[in-house]
């Protein structure tokens, strides 16, 4: 089966200053490529906010987290939604709580 079916990325322009990704299914090395390219025409519109809602998000591998790392780093406020407990633990236990800011 093939991983890049069962991934779905939606961008919205929330407001003038705000982004808002929504991920579901499975986040991968084999479909991260095309996230980064669907997400990054947003981010050229530099944004304040970049907001992931990640409640849909079944399984995010090391190249996910890498992904939404380098998305902060251009990014002043980055806000991770509705993470999963797995995906709160991997977060915190990486020491990118601060980074990716947890939101309910």
């Known amino acids: 089966m093939n991983h890049t079916t ?4 939606d961008v919205v ?16 090395i084999t479909n991260i490529e095309t996230v980064a390219s669907t997400v990054a025409p947003a981010l050229e519109g530099e944004p304040d906010r970049l907001i992931i809602d990640v409640r849909d998000l079944h399984f995010a591998d ?22 999963s407990p797995l995906l709160r633990r991997v977060v915190d236990s990486m020491g990118l709580t601060d980074t990716l800011r947890i939101k309910p």
């Open 62 to 83: 090391s190249s996910a987290i890498a992904l939404w790392v380098q998305w902060g780093a251009t990014v002043p406020e980055i806000e991770l939604r509705e993470a």
């Open 13 to 28: 322009a929330v407001d003038a200053r705000t982004v808002k990704v929504t991920l579901s299914g499975e986040l991968d």
């Open 6 to 9: 069962d991934m779905t990325c």
